[in-house]
């Protein structure tokens, strides 16, 4: 691990970041020359900063809080050989920068107080009430002792489902991690990389969901550095052998200054250096970085009118990139981050890349859900909609995570589920058919929308209707997108092992995997009309395109997987001395081993054509069948028989036998069926194997 990123406030103050400055701290800054004995000082920093976001705040409770916290972890020291005080200290601090209010910097302050000292939850209660008490119990880790291997999932667990109900909990988990990560270079470096990975894959998306982008950002480089040296110091040393790259955005940001004055728009200007990360992203994007590409012009206002007026003006006086052009004002990202971005280009041809914003904008995209206190408390005389809490901090996603953890007591399912979960870092907002939004991820699909609307109920889900066009259950929805969710009637329909193809949440694959799990036949076949066997002529066996390595052996095609070349096939002898042939994943094959059935070696002959048993699924409506035989028709195969089941619930099931000139054309034919107005649809049919 490099200097820096033990210590990453070097190129920060270097680079003279206008964000807020989270790296200041030091040991220096809390403790002073003369150890305990200035440690009263330490607490009138958080003092001074927390002043500046709520100059009548009451601190009482912050002394009374450092006190206890001191005086408990007095003796107790980091593994850096600091006294342990420093560390609550320090990340009370940066919350108190980023604006917190005073419960969560008093809670921060006895964070570990629980878990690391002999202080108790209710003395904590005592001392300064239930929400204080709830905030540290949520952040409190659960002992390895009595958890083992599963304490760290089952402790990010605990503090998810603590934070559904108070959003502090993870704010003051995030500055803890941030924290721990920039003391990290003390620690061996097997044990620095699974700590960074863990921030990787789960705190840092958590910091971006909650829109506390000044930790995320720091939390990056950090992780970066570690994860990443070679990457990190030549981004270190691309940054330092471009020191002057921010004189070409002075320029720039002077220019807008000169236009916006003209327009009697007050605003401020500044250039906001991009943090090592995000330089590193855009030397994967370009072969050769521009001065201007080192950062970004931000410009803040006081209203939201004054976003689009600075538009405006930009876009009169320079050369727009259209391409660059967003509006996270009109639709905010799921983490509540707002701004409009652009791109202009000066008279000279350097393009510099623009945010403009409101002042409160700023302070929300910066610190995100640390800056809004508590969000659980209604506005007096105000009803929460719909029955929930006023909650603008508990977007769709993290409420999706609260329900799915509860379906996943295996904590490495937990665990798995949770990386994937927040590997999906954007978000849309589809329509359900009475006009209620519902939030998914951004490559969700139509088997994703129904477990999100129905939960269980959507194992009987058959179709969807998308923008009001019929769809299959793998149709990818888009931003904006009315779902209409299609329910058979039959209680005994489930998923198909396919489901878990489509679905992208983990919500749909936990609730698909559990119901395969219990069902392992299948939906079971209504007993009231079982499915007779097809009727063959005797002496006419299905001609085979197979050839096995037995004499004398008659070959046919299983009539419950219809193979056809190339699947992958194999064979079991039968009564009469021949051998039927299935397709490897039927399930007649594993009924068959488990019986002790010695399979036989099949390999496929020569010869194209093919013989295939295809079953279709639709909504009845007249023209269906002829525009069916139509598309099998055109696309050169032969019926050879056909039965279509009456109507069941606007249900029409259709089987066809066909016989098909080269095994290849089968694809082409299933998407021409399946393209069909009406069809949801088509698949290779699997019925239950005859006895044999």
């Not at 921030?199 to 910091?207: N, Y």
């Not at 970085?289 to 004054?306: C, M, N, Q, Y």
């Not at 064979?571 to 488990?594: K, N, S, Y």
């Not at 021409?672 to 649809?681: C, E, L, Q, S, W």
């Amino acid at each position: 691990m490099t200097a820096e990123a033990a210590n990453p406030g070097a190129h920060s103050r270097r680079r003279g970041r206008p964000r807020i400055d989270l790296r200041r701290i030091g040991r220096a800054a809390l403790m002073g020359p003369n150890g305990r004995d200035r440690l009263p000082d330490a607490i009138g920093h958080v003092v001074e900063a927390h002043r500046a976001h709520h100059p009548d705040a009451d601190l009482d409770p912050l002394h009374r809080a450092y006190v206890l916290a001191e005086s408990s972890h007095r003796g107790q020291f980091r593994k850096s050989g600091e006294p342990y005080i420093t560390h609550p200290l320090a990340v009370t601090l940066i919350l108190a920068e980023l604006g917190a209010e005073t419960t969560t910097l008093t809670a921060s302050l006895l964070h570990d107080t629980v878990e690391d000292t002999e202080v108790t939850l209710d003395q904590v209660k005592a001392g300064f009430g239930a929400e204080v008490c709830y905030i540290v119990d949520g952040v409190t880790k659960l002992e390895k002792v009595d958890y083992g291997a599963a304490a760290e999932p089952e402790t990010f667990r605990k503090m998810l489902v603590a934070t559904g109900n108070d959003v502090r909990v993870m704010s003051i988990k995030l500055a803890d991690r941030l924290h721990n990560m920039r003391t990290l270079g003390v620690m061996r470096p097997e044990k620095q990389a699974r700590i960074a990975k863990v921030t990787r894959d789960v705190l840092i998306p958590l910091a971006e969901r909650l829109g506390v982008q000044a930790l995320k950002t720091e939390l990056e480089d950090l992780v970066f550095a570690i994860l990443h040296p070679e990457e990190y110091e030549r981004t270190r040393a691309l940054i330092a052998g471009n020191a002057t790259a921010c004189t070409a955005l002075e320029a720039i940001a002077e220019q807008f200054r000169s236009v916006l004055r003209e327009a009697d728009i007050p605003a401020e200007v500044l250039i906001r250096p991009r943090h090592f990360v995000s330089v590193h992203r855009v030397c994967l994007k370009r072969a050769e970085l521009r001065s201007t590409d080192f950062g970004r012009l931000l410009v803040l206002v006081p209203e939201d009118a004054d976003c689009y007026g600075v538009l405006g003006e930009l876009h009169t006086c320079f050369t727009p990139v259209i391409s660059e052009f967003k509006d996270f004002i009109a639709a905010p990202k799921f983490n509540l981050y707002q701004s409009l971005h652009t791109a202009v280009a000066g008279p000279d041809g350097a393009v510099a890349e623009v945010l403009i914003r409101t002042h409160r904008m700023h302070k929300v995209a910066e610190a995100g859900v640390v800056a809004l206190g508590n969000p659980y408390v209604p506005t007096e005389g105000a009803e929460p909609p719909d029955g929930e809490r006023a909650d603008p901090t508990r977007p769709g996603w993290l409420s999706r995570l609260l329900e799915w953890q509860e379906a996943t007591p295996d904590p490495d399912t937990f665990w798995t589920s949770l990386r994937a979960d927040l590997a999906q870092n954007r978000e849309i907002t589809v329509f359900r058919a009475d006009g209620r939004a519902l939030g998914l991820p951004a490559d969700a699909t139509c088997v994703d929308a129904a477990y999100a609307q129905y939960g269980e109920l959507a194992h009987t889900c058959i179709g969807a209707r998308v923008n009001g066009r019929l769809a299959t259950l793998s149709t990818q929805l888009r931003d904006g997108d009315t779902v209409h969710v299609l329910l058979a009637q039959d209680a005994a329909s489930g998923p198909s092992p396919e489901w878990l193809d489509h679905a992208r949440t983990p919500a749909a694959r936990i609730a698909i995997t559990s119901w395969l799990e219990a069902n392992p036949e299948g939906p079971g076949a209504p007993a009231a009309v079982p499915r007779r066997p097809a009727q063959r002529a005797a002496g006419r066996p299905d001609a085979a395109n197979a050839v096995v390595d037995l004499p004398d052996a008659t070959v046919r095609l299983a009539g419950c997987c219809t193979p056809v070349p190339p699947d992958r096939v194999t064979g079991f002898p039968v009564r009469g001395g021949a051998v039927t042939v299935h397709r490897q994943e039927c399930p007649a094959v594993l009924r068959m081993a488990d019986a002790g059935r010695a399979p036989v070696d099949v390999r496929w002959g020569e010869a194209a054509e093919c013989r295939v048993t295809l079953v279709v699924e639709s909504f009845g409506r007249p023209r269906l069948l002829a525009d069916l035989t139509e598309a099998i028709a055109t696309e050169g195969a032969a019926v050879v028989s056909a039965t279509v089941e009456p109507p069941s619930e606007q249900r029409v099931r259709h089987t066809y036998t066909l016989r098909l000139p080269d095994a290849a054309g089968l694809p082409a034919l299933m998407r021409a069926m399946r393209d069909i107005p009406g069809v949801y649809d088509v698949s290779r049919s699997r019925h239950p194997a005859s006895t044999v």
